[in-house]
């Protein structure tokens, strides 16, 4: 689940576009992404890390369309919309 409360993943590439590399892991657990895979498919600075069975996958996260959440949130609400400090003693009342 990312920021916005919504999972998006991006298709994983095949394997076929891919090839093994050997990384070394910090005392910290941290690696470093080969800088072409992260030129590709890196988005932000956010990924997914899936835990199979001894393995670890990562996914790009997908682009969040946050118009999506436009006008979604509806409050019947008796408090007129100019006067913003008594919406929100209308939505405390709640």
């Given at each position: 689940m990312d920021v916005y409360g919504k999972l998006q993943v991006s298709?994983?590439?095949?394997?076929h576009d891919?090839?093994?590399?050997?990384?070394?892991?910090?005392?910290?657990?941290?690696i470093v992404l080969p800088a072409s895979w992260r030129k590709k498919h890196l988005r932000g600075g956010v990924v997914l890390l899936v835990p199979r069975e001894g393995s670890l996958e990562i996914h790009p996260q997908g682009v969040v369309d946050l118009t999506a959440y436009f006008d979604a949130a509806e409050v019947d609400l008796d408090a007129d919309l100019a006067d913003w400090h008594g919406v929100r003693r209308g939505l405390?009342?709640?």
């Open positions: 298709t994983t590439p095949s394997l891919m090839r093994a590399v050997l990384k070394k892991v910090d005392r910290q657990g941290r405390r009342k709640r």
